[in-house]
């Protein structure tokens, strides 16, 4: 059977913490634009809605589809380098995970990342998906270019120069605009990072965080509930080959099998063990917690940058993570925190937090102003929606924005206030998918249709 065709079995997709799931009755991986342009415009000439799904590591239902969805892992690798300007245009379907060797040849990496990589180029980019560094933005903030599909199946070229108003638009925007196919990307060298990893007192962390943040190239910290301490990761970037700077002018590349080693027996084989035990008996959960803390020394290596930023995620949860401006974010966390202990509630996953620079792209969660991310995380067997909803009311007392790929329960209403630009995003989305096939009931009440 040829790939384009409409196959009749109704396929099960379920996102990476199995929170979400959706029967599609077509699950389509086109091997080329063209493909991808049939399976579009059968889905229009039918009235069917089509979701575009890359790795499903969002955690809410915002890839999920019931008509058409589609996968664009055959449409992966790198089309163009532009060695000059380092500027590197993929096919929108490339995993991040492929990226590092992909680069390699041109000397050239990714400019920052998140946490973990085996996401979709286009998928990280749609929701606004970010590392920390307060000097650096997330990934849609490196975006130079990109080819749209609409629904009459036919590409746009977008960029700074060709129709800028729809390239500003369309770099966050939650597969409602059509397909991306291709995506040019701002690289910079290839670079090592030297990694510090630091228990600190979490008070005094609280009490200096801002300033930490920016002395640093990329800080971020984990605090475990029901601790005193926090385990704080600082990288500076260094150029291949060059020596770090000042007391870290003596830290060696360290063994890429002993960092996987280390992430796996820490970040992993000791987080399980914690979060299904605190999950059988939720009252040893602040013990367990302040045992995993102690055991966590501090250490210091050097690496490349994707294998430092990158830790491979084996324990399942589920995940919420807000935006909010840099300056409220040390009070936002002093309130969960007292919040976590007056509500006497037991939370085995450590909160995550870190930064990014202000961007300009409109549906960005650090849109115009410095950004501190808080996330809190639940392990997949617990229920998050106390949790959750209580510290969604801290973070929105403090004007957060929500991760576009986490949990969250705003719909337009209050999205429209958080985002200057909203509005345009709607109107441009009415003009170029009247019908709004390029979406689910997710996305509708997002962006207020059918409310
Ligand atoms: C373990 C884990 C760790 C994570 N760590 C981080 C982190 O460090 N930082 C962070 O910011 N986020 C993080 N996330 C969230 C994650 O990066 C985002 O949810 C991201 O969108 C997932 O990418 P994906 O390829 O799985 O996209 P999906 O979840 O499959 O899709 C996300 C959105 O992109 C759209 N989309 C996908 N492909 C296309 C395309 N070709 N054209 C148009 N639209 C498209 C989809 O329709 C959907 O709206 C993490 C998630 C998990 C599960």
Redesign the pocket.
Known sequence: MNRTEMPTRRRLFR???GHVHAHPHTFVRPSSAGELSDVVQAAANAGQRL?????????TP??AGDDVMVN?DHLSGIIAVDEANQRVRFH??TRLRDIPALLAPFGLALANQ???N???L???I??????TGIGFT?FAGTVTGLSLMGPDGTVRRLSAANDPEVFDLARV???VL????EIELQCVPSFDLIAEEVVTDVNELLADLEPRMRAADHFEFYWFPHTATALTKTNTRVGLGEIGPGHLAEVGVRNRILNLLDKEVVENGALRLAVELGSAVPSLVPRINRIAQSAVSDRMYRAPGHDVFVTP?RVRFN?M?YAVPLASGAEVIREIRSTIESRGWTISFPIEVRSAAADDVPLSTAYGRETMYIAVHRFVKEDFAEYFRVVELICRRHGGRP?W??IHSLGASELRELYPRFDDFCALRNQVDPQAMFGNRF?DSLFGLGS
């Open positions: 996102n990476w913490s979701r575009t799904v890359g790795a499903g590591h969002s955690f915002v890839a664009l929108a379907g998140g946490d973990v085996p996401q979709a286009a998928g990280a749609s929701t606004s998906t970010h590392g997330g925007s939650l597969g059509g397909v991306m196919t995620r995940e993570e991760h790929g986490k996305t």
